[in-house]
């Protein structure tokens, strides 16, 4: 290594400061988010479509064919596998790599170093996985069209579906950061295992919520997972026939989760960022 | 403002005392680190530098005292405080997303460096610091000293006012570690401010202006590196190797050079074949006593064959301050 003796080579190049506020840095990390998603984003959409398609595929399509569901089952199942991949990517895109960039990495602590607060970081973790997984569940409905032939779809409930998916998608990345902060980075495993899979069952993605009527402990189990009042929220807007949670009830059911898992993982997320 | 200026980063009575911890891990340190200086913070593992660091850099909630980097106080305005420091931490913690490049340059984004001036600075830098030609490879690739160099670049990209490394030459080989005191070096005569933690005596004593010596928590001393070493009286030996000559035995020639007046205690280091080692503790300057440390041997009938000055060091100062060695 030769040292530089150049002194026009030594000066670093200077310019004016712009104002510059927190807001744009929060922008300027979600740009740097973007950009790492965008350039995977082939890998980002097998890896979050697999599952919902082979959910909607086994139970739509085959089971009904083969005559083990009812001809209509596609139809209540399409709303909560649009919930199920929003709730999921959300989750999976804030949990994990939250666990791997506060202990593993140590990643994240050069935005924790930039000028904006520290939970606005969180935010941002939380707004880029909800982007992800607004996207995951976007796809479920080409993927609908193609598998099924049709979906079920009311154009008065168009912006209801889109509203409720975004509320779905926030609400798994809140979950996300949950799980990310408080769960030691050696239980992660363990933990996934353990709460995705119950996760994945009780939130009425794949029946309505009021046909568990018979089985009460499980309805009740159902009702305490907040992913169920996004399932039944898009399912009384897409397919409004079949019986289910009163679509206000869901949105206030919904955001009232988002928000309590927010402020719980914001918690979290301070604890984890500040020793 | 004026004499605030001067003034880079002000500690007072600040503690940390981590949850469940049964003592504190900083216990009440204060000092001050003056604009444009490199200031050096030397203890053993566990010391509480990179706790201190973490307080400075707005990364660890203090539990006492008081901070402020460039005037502005870390506790209550840490958003302020982030915009004008820069870090190096111990650990890697490069965007392993992202290529050397492309953390330059979003690491200055995140700072408003605007677009233009960040290119070109990111330009700069990987040149200066030998990453040109690579600066497309992704974190992981690389060995641990350009690592070292990545992050420093890194940190200039705003061009902070005040630079936090921490042991940044833990780990390095040789060679990079003294390209790294190059680049230090060379940052303090463009007027940034660095403050750098190590372990490492030889590092502190070469790049400080002033050291801060730590341990469990403590301030014990804080000069510069010379003054530091200054204040050891009796620790500056000469090692002389005598042969026996007319003498009868070590004890006679040990007896005359204690007679002197400047010197404090000998010892008999070790007898490797035939002639003696002698450890001689003198008060001031040793070398105006070599003349007469040789006439005294020689008068007790011995011949002095060998001598070693030995100038205390920050590891002796060290020793001295708290009983035990650094490493
Ligand atoms: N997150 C932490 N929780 C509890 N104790 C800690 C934590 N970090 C450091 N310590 C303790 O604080 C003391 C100082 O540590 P540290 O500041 O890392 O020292 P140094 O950087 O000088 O090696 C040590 O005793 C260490 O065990
Ligand atoms: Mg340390």
Redesign the pocket.
Known sequence: MTAVDDLEVRALPSGRVRPWGPWQTALAILRRDLFVTGREFPIFLAQVILQPLFLLFVFGKVLTQLGYARPGYAEVLFPGLVALAAVLTGLQSTALPLVIEFSYSNEIEDRLLAPLPIGAVALEKVVIAAMRATIAAAVMFPIGVWLLGSIPWTAGAALGVVVMTLIGAFMGAAMGLVLGTFVAPNRINVTFALVLTPLLFTGSSQYPWPSLSHIRWFQVVCALNPMTYVSEGLRGMLVPDVPHIQTWICFVAAVGACLVLTAIGMVGFLRRAM? | MGSENAVAVEVSDLV?R????P?D??GGISFGVRRGEVFGFL????????????ILTTRIRPTGGHARVAGIDVVADPVGARRVLGVVP?QNNLDRSLSVRQNLLFHASYHGVPRGLRKARADALLSQFGLADRSDGRPDDFSGGQIQRMMIARALMHAPTVLFL??PSTGLDPAARLFMWERIAQLKSEGTTVVI?T?DMEEATTLSDRVAI?DH?KLLALDAPAALVRDMAGERTLDCTVEPGRAVDGSAVQGALIRLAAVDRVEQVDDPGGAWRLRVYVQGDTAPLLAVVAQAIDDAGGRLTDVRLGEPTLEDVFIHLTGRALR
Not at chain 2, 18 to 21: D, H, Q
Not at chain 2, 43 to 54: L, M
């Open positions: 020793g | 940390k981590y949850p469940k911890a003592v891990s900083v203890g053993p593992n566990g010391a509480g530098k990179t706790t201190t660091i973490g111990q921490d042991e933690t372990h730590i928590g």
